[in-house]
């Protein structure tokens, strides 16, 4: 049995999932300074560079020969766009003015066959919720981000959140938080002790860091517990906000590294699944549903249905790794242990 294969076993019996569905992977939003042609053309194209960027959890495909030819005809993958003017946070100065904005949707097939032609993964919308918990230095001193007291500091994570297909949770910061929690756990990106305040949030993962302002350079650190796996995470950027997303890029890349599929269409292998507790139609309905969601599943079959229990044969177009990942994510279906060493693949279902 491969590492791997154990790996993954072991995670769809062990972590807790409360992975939740981004909108708008295909929709890229870009500030722009007027309405005129070659502006919206140009914000097109940094349009798809950041949708291609959010869909595949990297920006190393946007170096891709195939990928770079097609940023020149971005108009022709846009479905819709519009120009809208967003508002600035709440405690940004009373002068600050409202920014022009470009939103810009995209084909998703088209997205999709280009990211496959580059042999580049594709993240489903299904995606980690990360609890965030992020401590802020700047010339008034250390300061929690909670989910309401630092609107422009907010912004910046949910913009970045946006841009990246990254969802995160901040904390309540309640009175009961607020009377526990050690602001130096979090400057010090102690993920244990900051684990028991996480058990209130229906996350899957927990990030601990802190976010400091040094001379002309905004610096971020951070650590990662999700599931068995922990991880620690170094960016900077000119200003606050480009910290928070060059940090976002990392916990992103960190994620479709396990999750993001890469797709091949002349794969056809055949995956046998049993499926246990289906008992009324609806259930059968949503259980199909889901599996024919799957980036990795190209067809999805009915072999035989019995008494509370289903048993289905899938074509996989991806490695069978990825389709067992995809699972863990969504919670639904979990895995008979002993089935892992068989050719056809046993599981629970738990509707919602």
Do not use: C
Not at 82 to 93: T, V
Request: hydrophobic share 45%; charged share 20%; glycine share 4%.
């Amino acid at each position: 049995m491969p590492v791997l294969w154990r790996a993954l076993v072991l995670l769809m019996i062990v972590m807790p999932v409360a992975a939740v569905e981004v909108p708008d992977l295909y929709t890229g939003v870009i500030p722009v300074v007027d309405q005129q042609e070659p502006t919206r053309q140009q914000a097109e194209m940094a349009a798809m560079q950041q949708v291609l960027t959010k869909v595949s959890g990297s920006s190393a495909l946007l170096s891709h020969t195939l990928v770079q030819d097609n940023l020149k005809k971005a108009s022709s993958f846009v479905q819709r766009y519009q120009f809208k003017l967003q508002s600035p946070a709440s405690d940004a100065p009373a002068d600050t003015p409202k920014q022009l904005v470009l939103e810009a949707s995209f084909d998703q097939r088209a997205i999709d066959r280009l990211i496959q032609a580059a042999a580049a993964p594709i993240w489903g919308k299904r995606r980690p919720l990360t609890l965030m918990w992020l401590a802020v230095a700047d010339s008034s001193g250390r300061k929690l981000i909670g989910d309401d007291n630092e609107p422009s500091v907010i912004r910046d994570i949910q913009d970045a959140s946006r841009d990246l297909g990254v969802p995160v949770l901040l904390p309540l910061l309640d009175l009961e938080e607020a009377a526990a929690i050690n602001i130096s756990d979090v400057w010090g990106r102690f993920l244990d002790p900051m684990t028991e305040y996480s058990s209130r949030y229906a996350a899957d993962a927990t990030l601990v860091g802190r976010l400091e302002q040094q001379a002309n350079q905004w610096q971020a650190e951070a650590s990662l517990l999700h599931g068995q796996f922990r991880e620690s995470f170094m960016a900077s950027g000119a200003n606050r906000a480009e910290a928070v997303r060059q940090l976002m890029a990392q916990i992103a890349s960190f994620y479709a590294d396990k999750y993001a599929v890469v797709i091949d269409l002349s794969k056809d292998a055949q995956q046998w699944v049993k499926v246990y507790g289906v008992s009324e139609l609806r259930d059968y309905g949503k259980l199909t549903n889901f599996l024919q969601s799957l980036q990795s599943v190209q067809q999805v079959d009915v072999v035989k249905v019995e008494p509370n229990q289903i048993t289905y044969s899938l074509r996989l177009i991806a490695e069978q790794a990825a389709f067992l990942q995809a699972l863990t994510l969504d919670g639904r279906l979990q895995l008979v242990p002993e089935s892992a060493f068989t050719t056809e693949l046993e599981f629970h279902w738990t509707p919602r």
